[in-house]
């Protein structure tokens, strides 16, 4: 899922594509940016590549 919204989908793309409602993938999304410590789905891909999440 982070790797679909770092490159852009939206969060009703990567719902149909997994199979959940859009309201679930927002609140994993939101989930990951407070982990993270991000504001936004930029901050989010920024954060993801430096730690190493999309290699």
Request: glycine share 10%.
């Amino acid at each position: 899922m982070l790797r679909w919204a770092a490159t852009g989908r939206t969060n009703p793309e990567i719902a149909a594509q997994l199979g959940l409602t859009c309201n679930t993938v927002t609140g994993y999304l939101k989930s990951t940016m407070h982990k993270l410590g991000v504001r936004n789905r930029t901050e989010l891909a920024l954060a993801a590549r430096e730690s190493g999440l999309l290699d």
